[in-house]
């Protein structure tokens, strides 16, 4: 079985990071490990959460987990909270990464224009000496556009301008820059991406729907590490990761009753499953 180290947080009420991760890349029959960060009562969407950092637990697993010889098919990280973490992920990365393991780098860190609370401009430049060594990084419009100091432009951008970010987000030296939220024209979201390698863009676009939710970054990352691990191309990954993220969000508008603080992922597991047997 393929295995999986995701270095993120434990929100403990919230739908999103680790609490989505794992069952997510479950579904591919891939095994997921954690390395959780910090433990808050719920994401940072709530007032007076709780936090619990987890930085001093980080060197100990991993000098374990050496001494063990494991092995990963990818490391993948999303929420970190400090520059102390952004630098130990990437001793995780020096340790443990080697040809049959790629790395994969959200940055999650801001949306629609602005940072997410506690963050800071500095951090995101740390994070863009992260994304720097990664194989695959997948950062919003507006994470891309701070840590590469750029104009953030919502909407009515042309091909050029995301273009030019990404081969900007390809010479910082991610191998594999993917930018998520990209629409080109109304109705329509997708993402966009350059592979420094073959020097070619890729692109997918899927029905928009007019609804914004905590966690689906999460969800749409998560979900393609499982498909990457798996061994989908990487458009293809894309294409189930945008798919999956979509229907979640289409039930969770649908829902009357859907909770506000995150997308009911857990509804749409079986037409995930159903879309990987049908592959
Ligand atoms: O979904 C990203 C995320 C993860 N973890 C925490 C967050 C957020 C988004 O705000 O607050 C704690």
């Given at each position: 079985m393929k295995r999986v180290v995701t270095i993120q947080d434990i929100s403990c009420l919230g739908k999103c990071s680790l609490t989505v991760a794992l069952p997510i890349i479950s579904v591919f029959g891939v095994e997921t490990c954690v390395i959780p960060t910090a433990v808050l009562?719920?994401?940072?969407?709530?007032?007076?959460f709780t936090f619990r950092d987890l930085t001093c637990d980080m060197r100990p697993i991993l000098k374990h987990w050496q001494d063990e010889k494991f092995e990963f098919n990818a490391i993948y990280t999303g929420y970190l909270g400090s520059f102390e973490q952004i630098n130990l992920v990437k001793e995780y990365f020096a340790a443990l990464k080697n040809d049959n393991c790629v790395t994969v780098v959200d940055p999650v860190m801001a949306d629609n224009g602005k940072l997410y609370p506690g963050f800071t401009v500095d951090f995101a430049k740390e994070m863009a000496t992260l994304c720097a060594t990664a194989d695959y990084i997948v950062p919003n419009l507006t994470e891309a556009c701070i840590m590469l100091d750029k104009e953030y432009i919502e909407k009515g951008y042309s091909r050029e301008y995301i273009k030019d970010i990404l081969l900007s987000l390809a010479n910082l030296g991610a191998k594999t820059a993917i930018l998520t939220?990209?629409?080109?024209?109304?109705g329509e979201t997708g993402v966009m991406g350059y592979d420094s390698q073959t020097k070619e863009f890729f692109e997918y676009y899927h029905k928009r729907i007019d609804a914004s939710y905590h966690g689906t970054g999460d969800i749409f990352s998560s979900t393609f590490v499982g498909a990457l691990t798996k061994g989908y191309k990487v458009l293809d990954a894309l294409k189930v990761a945008c798919d999956y993220t979509a229907k979640c969000v289409e039930i969770t508008v649908n829902n009357p009753n859907s909770v506000k603080y995150g997308v009911e992922f857990e509804n749409a597991i079986p037409y995930l499953v159903k879309k990987l047997e049908n592959e």
């Open positions: 009562s719920t994401h940072t969407m709530f007032k007076n939220g990209v629409s080109f024209a109304d």
